[in-house]
């Protein structure tokens, strides 16, 4: 069965010391967290497709990291050309446009990863759009907390006049544009402004956990009604309920849970996969406790199972409902045959 996995910062990992072309449990620890992602582990686990971020943290409440667009696109630049090496050496295999999909299937030992930049401050301007697509980049998300660009998670706000014609520029390319992240006040308007398609690549239910860093149930409605696909976040803090966030580990079921919800809210099951984010600054401690490396992500499907999901529904949500997505959304051939490397 495939799995498609909408959001692991593998190259971030590799700026905090890791080695991620080795199985998680040889990884040293990384502040403290204990790895769960490496490339073999993924192909172990049957993951064919992911989409690997570029992610910069700015310098803020005293944490060391970028205080200017320069310095972002140069952290960035670092993360972008580690992918392009593994490309290069075939351990890793960028995906630029729709046609290319079908090498997801045809090499189930290559992990295949279309590049997703989370945050947006290394696009100083919209003019630095068209050489990173020529890079491979097909996913942006404005925000993580607040960027130049955008409200974030924690930070309210709307769109800035930057980021509206940042939105402009992206859709003029076809880049797809992420909303994990997004202040729920530039979420709307990044819907109202952008023509291209949307998708939430992290995010949970704000009616399960109930904080901004989550979907609303009329925001999870307006993707669905877009066509955009939502991907389930396996970081405990955004999958236990707050009354019982500390007290137990996170479970499948929670997972299973904030799947189900979303599938409610759009009455099928084709508008959810997952989004694991499952290396993000956290450790094997702070997903669910079935899970102890990538490897074992063939357990959701057992676990959809046991709670009534038939098996179409079990291959939608495992990377199927992300496949159909990304074939119709990615960058035409037209546009790849001229701007990709």
Not at 218 to 233: E, H, T, Y
């Amino acid at each position: 069965m495939l799995i498609v996995d909408a959001h692991l910062d593998l190259a971030y990992n590799v700026t905090r010391g890791r080695d991620v072309t080795l199985p998680a449990v040889r990884q040293p620890m990384a502040e403290g967290e204990i790895a769960t992602v490496g490339l073999p582990d993924l192909i172990a686990g049957g993951v064919g497709l992911i989409c690997a971020t570029i992610f910069t943290a700015p310098a803020i409440n005293g944490e060391a990291g970028y205080a200017n667009a320069d310095e972002a696109r140069a952290a960035a630049l670092v993360q972008l050309r580690w992918y392009q090496r593994q490309h290069a050496d075939g351990s890793m295999r960028l995906i630029h446009c729709p046609k290319e999909l079908a090498d997801v299937a045809a090499s189930p030992q290559t992990q295949h990863a279309i590049l997703l930049m989370e945050g947006a401050d290394p696009l100083r301007t919209p003019a630095d759009v068209a050489e990173w697509f020529t890079a491979g980049l097909r996913i942006v998300g404005l925000a993580w907390k607040q960027t130049r660009f955008a409200g974030g998670t924690g930070q309210p706000g709307p769109l800035t006049p930057s980021g509206v014609a940042m939105v402009y520029e992206l859709d003029r390319f076809g880049i797809i544009h992420d909303t994990s992240h997004l202040a729920e006040e530039s979420f709307w308007q990044l819907l109202d402004l952008a023509e291209g398609p949307v998708m939430a690549s992290h995010s949970n239910c704000r009616s399960i956990v109930p904080t901004d860093r989550q979907l609303s149930d009329d925001m999870a409605r307006a993707l669905i009604k877009r066509g955009g696909i939502i991907g389930v976040n396996f970081f405990d803090r955004f999958l236990v309920p707050p009354d019982q966030y500390g007290t137990r580990r996170a479970a499948l079921r929670d997972v299973v849970r904030h799947l189900s919800h979303l599938c409610d809210l759009a009455g099928n099951t084709k508008h959810v996969g997952l989004g694991t984010d499952m290396d993000g600054g956290l450790g094997r401690d702070q997903i669910p406790r079935e899970i102890i490396t990538a490897a074992d992500l063939p357990k959701v499907a057992d676990a959809l199972s046991g709670a009534g999901f038939d098996d179409i529904a079990v291959r939608d949500i495992l990377g199927e409902n992300w496949m159909r997505f990304f074939q119709q959304n990615l960058a035409d051939e037209h546009r790849c045959g001229q701007h990709s490397a």
